[in-house]
């Protein structure tokens, strides 16, 4: 008898796993796919790509990312980082970075201020992560 119930406990666990792998698999439907939005991530370091110096104190950029950023969007978040990467040569540079988090926009809007940002800051590039993710402006009950 236990081993009957082994049996059909496996089994069910077997088509748990499943329909869990097949939910995670499925495509949305279409009222799913509109709850969702794209929340985009700019990662913008500040060292001047030719001469590697620092655009000036952590203050001093965020106040210039802010003047590019307002022209841009009519809302967005800023967060200091520090970033590293091992150059040509085998070392490790650093150097301050700000991370922008844009929701409700366009990818298109985002280029236009990346645009911005690297010619105010002197990059060769930034990076942009695009995540899908659900926003709400939640206004209290």
Do not use: C
Request: glycine fraction near 6%.
């Amino acid at each position: 008898m236990s081993k009957k119930l082994g049996i059909i406990a496996l089994i069910l666990a077997l088509i748990a796993l499943g329909l869990s792998v097949f939910n995670l698999m499925r495509v949305p439907k279409q009222a799913e796919q509109e709850a969702y939005d794209v929340q985009y991530v700019i990662y913008l370091g500040t060292n001047d790509k030719d001469s590697y110096e620092p655009y000036g104190t952590p203050e001093a950029v965020k106040a210039k990312v802010d003047e590019v950023l307002t022209k841009h969007f009519e809302g967005f978040t800023i967060q200091d980082a520090n970033g590293g990467w091992t150059n040509e040569n085998g070392t490790v540079d650093h150097e301050y970075t700000v991370v922008i988090l844009l929701s409700d926009t366009t990818a298109e809007k985002v280029h236009a201020a990346s645009d911005d940002l690297i010619r105010a800051f002197n990059q060769s590039s930034v990076l942009i992560q695009a995540n899908r993710t659900k926003t709400e402006f939640y206004s209290g009950r």
